[in-house]
């Protein structure tokens, strides 16, 4: 049977290590913790100044240092609060596309900073010759025509239906193979740009990056001498993204498909969905490894929009984002500052009842939502009950 105690004598013993990076110190009813709980994770500090996220009533003022919080009942999810940076997307490991010509001239035209070019729309001149981007990942090596075999033959083809210049009934997409229905569609695709149809790709004609691109950056001068293997532009896909720099420590809590949620600058908030997660740890002095990370060291991490359209036109810019690793349906949610260490380890809460009466009753800590400062708990608790935290 529970015993009532003043709550002005009820003090915690010496606590146990903690059982969760976030878990409080046991605290002393006497000790004021002022009106925000900090709550460090690894990686950074969360500050929670509403233990219910604005989903409860406020705590109610029993007097002194103290209140009372009601315990809920419903879903609880854990998240991982970080900054990140919105931008575009390109290769995996984060450098940009590369445009490398083939052909041979002078520069008549050439693609300027911010420009969009979409599959099969002209990418540079040479000579007043167009050459046009292709999307694909095997770049151009060769002229091919005819009887020619090969991934690149296959990019081809798969650009020639997706573009309208052949449909698929006479032009298989992931054929390998350079037949007649390629020559006749390269022919109306070559008819289209304006140039000789040949029915043959001629290196230097085009082009093959993944795209539509967006230009970042032109290296090559109008007028100037075209050479072969030269780099003509940077370029990323016209595709929105946002990288995170993880604390390395916190990786094994996120994974590919976790949501996200993601305040613009303009404080509108939009979904995300975790697409990637780097593998190699860069430290804070810029360092890398793929083993072990030590203090410092962070994992990139790639979060795809499920509404491009939200990010409007920024770029590189600031963003904050809060990732949901792991959730449960139907907890008993306590405020973590309800928590109070036991003399033989674990962790208890004080409940007071309806007459008042304060009884300290022992829980089992489950999920933890750092960013809100909540907690699930199994023990002898029902949703309405009420217990004692720090007043704020």
């Keep these: ?9 009820v003090q915690a013993p010496s606590p146990p290590d903690p059982v969760h990076p976030t878990a409080p110190r046991p605290r002393r ?30 705590p109610t003022l029993v007097g002194g240092n103290t209140a009372l919080a009601a315990v809920r009942q419903g879903q609880l999810s854990s998240q991982v609060s970080q900054s990140g940076t919105l931008s575009h997307s390109a290769w995996a490991d984060g450098t940009p ?12 035209r050439l693609p300027s900073s911010g420009d969009q070019i979409d599959c099969g729309k002209t990418l540079a001149q040479v000579g007043g010759n167009p050459v046009v981007l292709l999307c694909g990942t095997t770049p151009a090596y060769r002229t091919i025509s005819e009887g020619d075999s090969g991934k690149d033959v296959r990019e081809l083809n798969n650009n020639l239906v997706q573009l309208g210049y052949a449909d698929r009934a006479y032009l298989d997409p992931t054929s390998d193979d350079f037949t007649w229905a390629t020559t006749n569609a390269l022919e109306k695709l070559q008819d289209k740009l304006g140039v000789d149809e040949t029915g043959t790709l001629t290196l230097g004609d085009a082009v093959f990056l993944p795209g539509p691109l967006r230009i970042t950056q032109t290296m090559a001068g109008l007028g100037t001498k075209a050479r072969p293997d030269q780099q003509v532009a940077q370029a990323t896909s016209n595709a929105r993204q946002v990288t995170v720099q993880l604390d390395a420590s916190q990786q094994t809590q996120v994974k590919v498909g976790d949501s996200a949620q993601i305040t613009l600058p303009d404080n509108r908030t939009t979904a995300g969905v975790v697409s990637r997660i780097g593998t190699v740890a860069t430290s804070a002095s810029g ?3 793929s083993g072990s990370s030590s203090s410092g060291a962070t994992l990139p991490i790639y ?23 792991a959730g449960v ?9 309800a928590l109070v260490g036991e003399a033989g380890g674990g962790f208890a809460v004080e409940k007071v009842d309806v007459k008042g009466v304060h009884h300290m009753v ?10 809100n400062g909540l907690v699930q708990v199994t023990g002898n608790l029902s949703a309405g009950d009420h217990v004692v935290v720090p007043s704020t």
């Design 287 to 289: 360092g890398s490894g």
């Design 29 to 58: 009813r006497r000790l004021v913790l002022g009106a925000a709980v900090l709550l460090v994770a690894a990686g950074g500090a969360v500050v929670a100044t509403n233990p219910f996220g604005g989903r409860a009533k406020a």
């Design 329 to 337: 349906q139907n907890a008993t949610i306590v405020p973590v500052t």
């Design 303 to 325: 979060i795809s929009l499920k509404s491009p359209g939200d990010a409007g036109s920024l770029d590189q810019a600031p963003v904050q984002v809060q990732i949901t690793t």
């Design 97 to 108: 596309y590369t445009v490398i010509n083939q052909a041979g001239g002078i520069y008549t």
């Design 1 to 9: 049977m529970s015993t009532h105690v003043p709550e002005s004598q």
């Design 362 to 371: 022992t829980v089992t800590l489950g999920l933890f939502d750092d960013a």
